[in-house]
């Protein structure tokens, strides 16, 4: 069974910093393309940074600039770095691992920007 296990969420202060892992096991890592998301209650899951198997990125327009992500295949982990926070950012974060239609997704983690 495909696992995709967040780590790292929190409770942190207006400009502060995060950072995010995704652990993934049973599947081929390398292969998969990644992914962040969040989600808010009574909103849609929104994109926050994807990259690719090749290691290209691309980000949210409210997070660029500020949220770097990034992958180490030697450990089958996926990083999210969060800086500069805003209360807006706060959401539960999902972990997504992608390769042609296949989709599996983490259990999410509570991150809350707050003073």
């Known amino acids: 069974q495909v696992q995709l296990v967040e780590s790292g969420g929190g409770l942190v202060l207006p400009g502060g910093s995060l950072r995010l892992s995704c652990a993934a096991s049973?599947?081929?890592?390398?292969?998969?393309?990644m992914g962040w998301y969040r989600q808010t209650p009574g909103k849609q899951r929104e994109l926050v940074a994807t990259?690719?198997?090749?290691?290209?990125?691309d980000y949210a327009a409210s997070v660029k600039d500020r949220f770097t992500i990034s992958r180490d295949n030697a450990k089958n982990t996926v990083y999210l770095q969060m800086n500069s926070l805003k209360p807006e950012d706060t959401a539960v974060y999902y972990c997504?691992?992608?390769?042609?239609?296949?989709?599996?997704w983490g259990q999410g983690i509570q991150v809350t920007v707050s003073s």
């Open positions: 049973r599947i081929t890592f390398t292969l998969y393309d």
């Open positions: 997504n691992a992608v390769r042609y239609k296949v989709n599996y």
């Open positions: 990259i690719t198997s090749g290691g290209a990125t």
